[in-house]
């Protein structure tokens, strides 16, 4: 499968789909200065505390905001593209 792209990622988000933590992928997080190191199967990612706390809940991103959500659209696909979070889409369950 290709990487995803923050045009995509966007597109998909914004037409219903929802993060998901990879089962096999363990989120943690540590404040740094004013922003975070979140910690994702041994990679470390910089970003904002709240940006850590809404990827380390259940659902990823529950508390992320549109524009707080674009502000890290590059963080999401890494994050995606690294295995450690994928999109589900409703729609494709329903199809099935």
């Known amino acids: 499968e ?10 998909r988000l914004s037409a219903g789909g929802l993060l998901r933590h990879n089962p096999w992928t363990r989120l943690n997080w540590v404040a ?7 910690f994702a199967a041994g990679d470390e990612y910089a970003c904002s505390i709240a940006t ?3 990827l380390c809940s259940q659902p990823p991103g529950l508390a992320m905001d549109k524009g707080t959500r674009q502000a890290n659209i590059e ?12 999109v589900h889409d409703p ?3 329903d199809r099935a």
């Not at 740094?32 to 979140?38: E, F, P, T």
């Not at 963080?75 to 994928?86: E, F, P, R, S, T």
Request: charged share 15%; aromatic share 2%; glycine share 12%.
């Open 2 to 11: 290709s990487p995803i792209t923050p045009p995509q990622l966007e597109h």
């Open 32 to 38: 740094d200065g004013n922003g975070a190191r979140l």
């Open 75 to 86: 963080l999401l696909c890494a994050l995606i593209n690294g295995g450690h979070l994928y």
């Open 91 to 93: 729609e494709e369950m």
């Open 52 to 54: 850590a706390m809404a």
